[in-house]
């Protein structure tokens, strides 16, 4: 690191457990982010600000109005662009050195298991269990971690599916089969700051995963009642039936 860097993540490096290793990682490292809405405006934002080196950014929608609500990257300017663009500009004046990436496009089969390859950590930032399934497939042939997040309404939800560890669950441990019209926002709404709290946690975990620092939410699923602000824990174990890692278990 130059004398920029050191005084730009000081405040890092003082972390006992992080220090200059910790840090020399995060600016090493490669993040996929899939969905720049309400989660990965801060995901992103923040694994910028944190010296995460390289950021590949990958969604197929343009800013609206309603989007403005919460989706914090985003400007009233912005307004009709490829949200992958108005994030990339945030970024930039955020931390003007972190290599960006950009995919406007709805990532999937080949192109997304190529993405997936290149990259050492997926966040889940998404809208619909069609992407995560194929995230959570992506990822766990691969063997990369992924930080799972969803919010609806005033609630959000938090896993971290570490795919390098033997004892780790899968998303479709979790979720065999589901429906996306259960979970939209334009029909249920959703409380602005709750997506900023979700994403804000992804963005912890990805530093934590990348790092080695303190203990990331695997083998746990975080419940977040935020209308009554209340959390709750669940701990997940690998189902024996999973159609995903059951096959690759011993």
């Known amino acids: 690191m130059n004398d920029e860097q050191l005084l730009r993540y000081s405040r890092h490096i003082l972390l006992p457990g992080l220090d200059v290793a910790g840090q020399e990682a995060l600016l ?26 390289e950021l590949h950014l990958a969604d197929d929608d343009a800013v609206d109005l309603s989007n403005l609500q919460r989706q914090i990257a985003h400007g009233s300017n912005d307004i ?3 949200k992958v663009d108005s994030v990339a500009d945030s970024i930039g004046a955020v931390n003007s050195d972190t290599r960006l990436l950009k995919y406007p496009v709805r990532l999937g089969g080949e ?28 990822c766990y042939a691969a063997r990369k971690p992924l930080v799972s997040g969803a919010a609806i ?26 429906d996306d019209a259960a979970l939209n926002c334009s029909e249920s709404g959703v409380l602005a700051p709750i997506v900023g709290i979700v994403g804000s946690m992804q963005a912890l975990e990805a530093l934590k995963c990348l790092t080695d620092f303190g203990v990331p939410l695997v083998g746990r699923l975080l ?7 209340e959390l709750r824990q669940l701990n ?10 059951s096959s690759g278990r011993i």
């Open 111 to 138: 192109a997304l298991q190529d993405v997936v390859t290149k990259v050492d950590l997926v966040v889940d930032a998404s809208d619909n269990f069609t992407t995560r399934f194929a995230l959570n497939q992506a």
């Open 236 to 245: 997940l174990r690998p189902d024996p039936a999973c159609p995903v890692c």
């Open 28 to 53: 090493q490292s490669r993040v996929l982010i899939v969905g720049m809405g309400g989660l990965g405006c801060p995901v992103a934002l923040y694994l910028a600000a944190s010296g995460v080196g």
């Open 223 to 229: 419940l977040i009642d935020g209308v009554n602000m």
């Open 80 to 82: 009709g662009r490829l």
């Open 153 to 178: 309404r005033g609630e959000g939800q938090l896993s971290v599916f570490d795919f390098r560890r033997d004892d780790s669950p899968c998303y479709r441990c979790l979720y065999h089969e589901a």
